[in-house]
């Protein structure tokens, strides 16, 4: 059906192995469902879909689930976690935040499909940009993940670098903030 499929179908042949079976209509919009939107499909969207005469039933259901609020959702999550959202009240000292902004815009960030260098623009100095947004503002609550106690500024800003060359840079940087090593990318 296109170079994929016929690429794998070579790969089997070569395997002497046997294609699996297209899966049933109840099966695919599960699976999309799923790993679209971390949901399964309600009994009336399996209906609709697999009662769907178009051609295109596919492209359209691809379609609809990336247009949902919960493709932002599910997707957002894995970046929030990286950038320590849910990191809260760890010490005895922390006080309650509230930074539910920023995770809203970092939710509609990955439902409206923002670029990527935008994105990372915005987190690390959308206050900064010329007549920076509100939102724009908002996004660089990613600096705003860390608990911070005055009294050990030192220990917010390690966690903040070692977050920022964790996620946009792929590093570990907390070796380096006591000791070196000869393999190390940085000292």
Request: aromatic share 10%; hydrophobic share 35%; proline share 6%.
């Amino acid at each position: 059906r296109n170079p994929i499929d016929q690429f794998v179908l070579a790969k089997l042949e070569n395997a002497s192995v046997e294609p699996s079976t297209d899966a049933s209509r109840e099966t695919l919009i599960r699976r999309l469902s799923l790993d679209l939107l971390g949901l399964t499909p309600s009994w009336q969207e399996v209906v609709a879909f697999v009662e769907d005469p178009r051609p295109d039933a596919y492209e359209q259901l691809v379609d609809r689930l990336l247009a949902s609020p919960h493709y932002g959702e599910r997707w957002a999550r894995h970046w929030l976690d990286l950038a320590r959202y849910a990191d809260s009240t760890g010490y005895e000292v922390d006080q309650p935040r509230e930074i539910w902004r920023y995770r809203d815009w970092v939710i509609r960030a990955f439902g409206d499909d923002k670029p990527f260098d935008k994105f990372v623009i915005e987190q690390i100095a959308g206050d900064l940009l010329p007549n920076a947004t509100v939102e724009q503002q908002i996004a660089t609550g990613f600096h705003c993940n860390a608990m911070y106690d005055p009294g050990v500024r030192w220990e917010s800003i390690l966690d903040r670098v070692n977050t920022t060359g964790t996620v946009f840079l792929g590093l570990t940087l907390g070796c380096g903030q006591c000791h070196d090593h000869k393999t190390d990318p940085f000292t």
